[in-house]
């Protein structure tokens, strides 16, 4: 039985279990009328587990290795409980007349979160089999939740279906790294690794990346495991897709980084070969298609998807040795806290306008500058962050990732970085386009409530606040990249 | 100790922000329009006082230099200052950010708080461009300038010119060449680190770090990165195909800032960067420069003379006339045997150039867009016989279109003359060709301007005469101050040239040792 201590070390998820347990508890006593009172139980877990987070971060692993505690995970933690308030903050109005169960809403999003904060400290197969898992089951029932709405069924079939068969290829590689090392903890697989001069148990390792990076591929949304992205996007509820685009997309870099840099710096030279080809994939496909895109969602879906790419590149080119502040890791740390604030703020304004007026589709965003100009001028703002052009936090995230490429030398992927950023201009500006220039057919203003309002105010004065004085920011990745049995070569 | 040139910088923007709390309706609109001029006269004030008060031009230093830590970890600061180089075309910017918004009041009746506003945070984006002396803080305001400037052309741009297209051509266009630019940035960074000392992206710095140094590949690779970037905006053939698009479409006040500062900031960048950090690569690549500069020349003159709307012809003779300013520029880093006069003359003719092509350029496009508000069509065959029937307008578009052509007296004569003393002595024959641009550029402005629309007979069944009338006040008063430049500097131009000949021959000085 573990002592105090080391369940003191994961308060934050105590904290959450706690809380979720709370909200049954509230919404079967209180009914109807403890409705109001649950999204608020919700932000204050959050808001706790957040709290602990200070006092926590140490460089060790408890649970007989299963579980690391470092600042590397505190700071996924972090982008975790913060995405999660957030989308309960765009989830209050959007549940109000769409469904009755709020209460179990809540719940899975509370473990939902609770499930990112696991992945993220997960250095065991079994943990991340199981945190990657437990994730899953949540955003199946999330993305399916309004049970009236058939384009939500749709994607939480879809979902599923895509969830069941990566994970089974992963399971499939979890299972040959375990016959290659005899045992579940990542730190063993690299003894294992640099011990062995078998070319069987290289090509095995090489083998189990790939299979890995299925699961997390489909986490992430890379090519080609993103298909489901674009239909998910579409169909599940607003503030849902939200929460899939950041807590759920950082959880799986949280693991992606994690297993290569700890478990496979072996195969440091295969595995970036492969990351390489799935970076310019995810990122070309996601912005071409992108292209194309007529509805809110969708675009947004693939916008997502090329989003990942980018961050790949900084996952491809990490190296923490030496002194320059290009590391790689840090970048995608920076990339990932700067793309929680713009896309969450992006996603507040696309549920706040399908609230009011049931908008998704570019065209219907016609004259939105009339309508609601605060909603339309943040747009810009958002839309600037995600290309990457400053003044934009979105700026410094790329500027790290793309200076993290070129101090490895990867120049080719750079190259296609920095293209697609541009091609991304495109499609963010066709709903400027439309907010700005087109004249609205109904122009009435859009009423917004007063939660949305702040959200999306706090979003938008991080984005360009985070710009000006970008250095807390990456102080906080530089102290992210403190990981557990990170290879320093 | 005032900061001048954060003050200077900042208060645009802080004008833009104040505008977002004047109240709605159309009465407030009047209020708006004033307040928006009369607070662009503060940084015109600010800059004049400046130039002729604090700054130094015998001095080939930087000046009045402020410096704070931004972002230590990347070794980033906030780092700015004025040398003879940024001086005149920071005053070019506020005086022609105060015509423009003030020739506006009477054009732009609609969303008037959003141009007003979209067109300060310009002023901020440009000025900011022209005081960075750190790569970084250069870029950040290299793209702030990007937004409203797409604003501009797509809201308020004449509708049936395709406004929205031609806006995102625009940001694309010029978006693309500086993502390359911001790879060759971080990567001089990180070859100007260590391992016991961090990179740097001051400019000056850079300058006596020597990035790449010893790899010529990668050097001239980010010397070439961020050439396309700057030649882009200025644009260099082929790089120009945006700036006749995005001209027509754009509002006058529009296509004066983009042709009279926006354009200069690809010149400026290539001067203030390029020559003083890469002086060997550029030497060395200087004349393939050249040629590109020959053929905008020749080219831009050449395609002026084919239009027959009367805005793209100047958009292609701005083509023309900025492909003299990087001929300057090409001559005075070109290798072989010319002396730093030689050299220094043609880098004074190619700066002079730059502040010449603001003032006659920005006039032009004033000039366009008073004829356009008159007769609702710029086709150059629709008119004729103007110079009779409005005479002010008439006395105006024949001094503008002189001073274009080069005619002594007049400002461009100064610097084109100027340009092409120095050149002949290192690009010979580039220069040689380069002469017939004067030629076809006199001919387009003589027979397709002067002829088509001044002279000839008026013919009241063209268009709309209902609306013919002479310049008003407020236009006079618009054109007042550029026609003013374009004389003094014609008959006393040391009054420039004292402060661009100390910073050219300071920056030549990498180049002739």
């Not at chain 1, 750079?414 to 950023?421: D, E």
């Not at chain 2, 971080?186 to 770090?209: K, Q, W």
């Not at chain 2, 236009?475 to 000949?501: A, D, F």
């Amino acid at each position: 039985m573990p002592d105090l201590n080391t369940w003191l070390l994961i308060s934050p998820e105590l904290i959450l279990t706690v809380f979720g347990l709370l909200i049954i508890v509230i919404d079967l006593v209180g009914r109807e009328k403890s409705h109001a009172v649950l999204p608020w139980v919700a932000i204050l877990g959050f808001i706790l587990a957040i709290a602990t987070i200070p006092y926590l971060a140490q460089d060790q692993t408890i649970f007989a290795g299963m579980y690391a505690i470092d600042k590397f995970a505190f700071f996924f933690k972090a982008i975790g409980a913060i995405g999660g308030i957030l989308t309960v903050l765009i989830s209050i109005d959007f549940l109000r007349t769409r469904t009755p169960a709020k209460g179990d809403f809540y719940l899975l999003l509370t473990f939902a979160v609770l499930a990112t904060m696991m992945m993220a400290s997960s250095t065991s197969l079994l943990m991340i089999y199981l945190s990657i898992e437990f994730l899953s089951y949540m955003s199946y029932l999330l993305a399916g939740f309004l049970r009236e709405d058939k384009k939500s069924n749709e994607a939480a079939i879809k979902y599923f279906l895509y969830g069941a068969v990566t994970s089974a290829l992963m399971l499939y590689g979890l299972s040959l790294l375990y016959g290659i090392s005899g045992s579940l903890n990542l730190a063993d697989l690299t003894k294992q690794f640099a011990a062995s001069s078998d070319l069987s148990v290289k090509a095995l390792g090489i083998v189990s990346f790939t299979l890995l990076l299925a699961g997390f591929g489909f986490k992430i949304s890379a090519v080609p495991f993103h298909q489901w992205a674009p239909d998910v996007y579409e169909g599940a509820p607003t503030p849902v897709v939200a929460f899939l685009s950041v807590g759920s997309k950082a959880a799986g870099f949280a693991l992606l980084l994690r297993v290569a840099l700890t478990a496979f710096p072996t195969f440091h030279a295969e595995w970036i070969a492969l990351l390489s080809v799935v970076a310019m994939m995810t990122m070309t496909l996601g912005n071409l298609v992108a292209l194309q895109q007529t509805n809110v969602k969708r675009l947004l879906a693939y916008s997502s998807i090329a989003q990942a790419g980018y961050m790949l590149i900084g996952v491809i080119a990490a190296n923490v040795s030496g002194a320059s502040p290009f590391m790689g890791l840090n970048g995608v740390l920076i990339y990932l806290a700067a793309y929680l604030f713009t896309n969450l703020g992006a996603f507040v304004i696309v549920v706040a306008i399908e609230n009011a007026t049931g908008a998704v589709e570019i065209p219907e965003y016609a004259g939105l500058v009339k309508r609601a100009p605060l909603l339309a001028a943040l747009f810009v703002v958002f839309f600037l962050s995600l290309a990457g052009i400053p003044p934009t936090v979105g700026f410094i995230g790329k500027f790290f990732v793309f200076g993290a490429a070129l101090r490895e030398g990867f120049l080719l992927l750079a190259a296609v970085g920095v293209i697609n950023s541009v091609i991304s201009v495109f499609y963010y500006f066709s709903i400027i386009r439309a907010a700005f220039f087109e004249e609205p057919k109904d122009a009435t203003l859009i009423r917004v409530p007063g939660v949305m309002t702040a959200s999306v105010a706090i979003c938008a004065a991080l984005v360009l606040l985070l710009a000006v004085f970008p250095q807390s920011l990456i102080d906080l990745a530089g102290m992210g990249m403190g990981m557990f049995g990170i290879a320093r070569p | 100790m005032i900061p001048w040139l954060s003050l200077i910088t900042a208060l645009p923007i802080i004008g833009a922000v104040a505008l977002l709390f004047f109240p709605k309706g159309e009465k407030a609109n009047a209020t708006i329009k004033w307040f928006a001029i009369i607070w662009s006269l503060i940084p015109l004030a600010i800059a004049g006082f400046i130039w002729f008060g604090l700054f130094n031009p015998a001095n080939g230093k930087m000046q009045l230099e402020e410096f704070a830590k931004w972002i230590p970890s990347i070794n980033v600061n906030y780092h700015v200052g004025v040398d003879g180089l940024s001086m005149p075309l920071i005053f070019l910017t506020t005086l022609l950010t105060t015509l423009s918004l003030f020739y506006s009041k009477y054009v732009i009746h609609e969303r008037v708080r959003e141009f007003f506003l979209m067109f300060l945070l310009l002023e901020t984006g440009m000025l900011g461009v022209f005081i960075s002396l750190d790569f970084f803080l250069f870029y950040v305001f290299w793209e702030l300038g990007l937004v409203p400037m797409y604003f501009l052309i797509a809201i308020w741009g004449h509708k049936e010119d395709r406004p929205q297209y031609s806006a995102i051509k625009f940001f694309l266009y010029t978006l693309a060449g500086s993502v390359f630019m911001l790879l060759a940035i971080i990567a001089m960074y990180i070859t100007t680190s260590s391992a016991t000392t961090p990179g740097t992206f001051d400019i000056v710095e850079l300058a006596a770090r020597k990035p790449f140094a010893g790899d010529w590949a990668f050097a001239s690779f980010a010397f070439w990165s961020i050439f396309i970037a700057f030649a882009i905006k200025v644009p260099l053939f082929p790089f120009h195909t945006w700036l006749p698009d995005a001209h027509t479409a754009a509002p006058t006040a529009g296509s004066v800032i983009l042709a009279g500062i926006l354009l200069k900031l690809g010149t400026y960048g290539i001067v203030r960067v390029l020559i003083p950090i890469f002086p060997q690569v550029f030497q060395a690549n200087a004349t393939i420069i050249g040629i590109l500069a020959t053929i905008s020349i020749v080219y831009g003159a050449l395609a002026a003379m084919a239009q027959t709307d009367f805005k793209r012809l100047i958009a292609y003779s701005s083509v023309n006339h900025m492909g003299y300013v990087i001929l300057g520029i090409a001559a005075a880093v070109a290798a072989g045997g010319a002396t730093l006069t030689d050299r220094a003359i043609a880098l004074d003719g190619a700066i002079l150039q730059m502040f010449n092509h603001g003032v006659i350029t920005g006039a032009l496009f004033f000039i366009v867009g008073m004829l356009y508000e008159r007769a609702h069509t710029r086709d150059l065959k629709m008119f004729g016989g103007l110079g009779a029937k409005v005479p002010v307008y008439g006395a105006m578009l024949l001094v503008a279109t002189f001073a274009s052509l080069g005619l002594p007296g007049l400002a461009g004569f100064i610097s084109e003359f100027m340009i092409f003393r120095g050149a002949f002595a290192s690009l010979t024959l580039l220069s040689t060709i380069s002469v017939l641009g004067i030629v076809f550029g006199a001919a387009m402005l003589l027979w397709k301007v002067i002829q088509n629309v001044l002279l000839g007979t008026f013919d009241e069944g063209k268009w709309e005469h209902k609306h013919l009338f002479d310049l008003t006040m407020p236009e006079i008063l618009t054109l007042t101050p550029l026609v003013i430049l374009m004389v003094l500097i014609g008959v006393y131009p040391s009054v420039l040239l004292n402060t661009i000949n100390t910073i050219s021959t300071a920056i030549l000085g990498v180049i002739v040792k």
